[in-house]
Nanobody
């Protein structure tokens, strides 16, 4: 099992910046990649940023150039990834979920979700 704990999020004005952190613990040896999804009201959950154990990153077109995912620490007991969000738009308003994918167990793990609201 892998446990994910998120922190960050909140209310920000359009054009502002925000950061989200996610710490994975437990069977982290099995984690191949970590990423971020978001779900806006009335919409499906969408994947928009991932980072692999090798440091390879991918982004959805909707966030490319504005959001940055990085691994800020990794040891034998935990992995912490950080999501930097800049130039935020009202359309970025959503609940943001951290995700870890285990190739060994072929399953996804989820954080508890963090609300990001972009509004003036």
């Amino acid at each position: 099992q892998v446990q994910l704990v998120e922190s960050g999020g909140g209310l920000v004005q359009p054009g502002g910046s925000l950061g989200l952190s996610c710490t994975a613990s437990g069977s982290i040896f099995s984690v191949y990649s970590m990423g971020w999804y978001r779900q806006a009201p009335g919409k499906q959950r969408e994947l928009f940023a991932t980072i692999t154990n090798g440091g390879e990153t991918t982004y959805a077109d909707s966030v490319k150039g504005r959001f940055t995912i990085s691994t800020i620490s990794r040891d034998n007991v935990k992995i912490t990834v950080y999501l930097q969000l800049i130039s935020l738009k009202p359309d970025d308003t959503a609940v943001y979920y951290c995700n870890a994918f285990s190739m060994l167990y072929t399953r996804n793990y989820w954080g508890q979700g963090a609300q990001v609201t972009v509004s003036s």
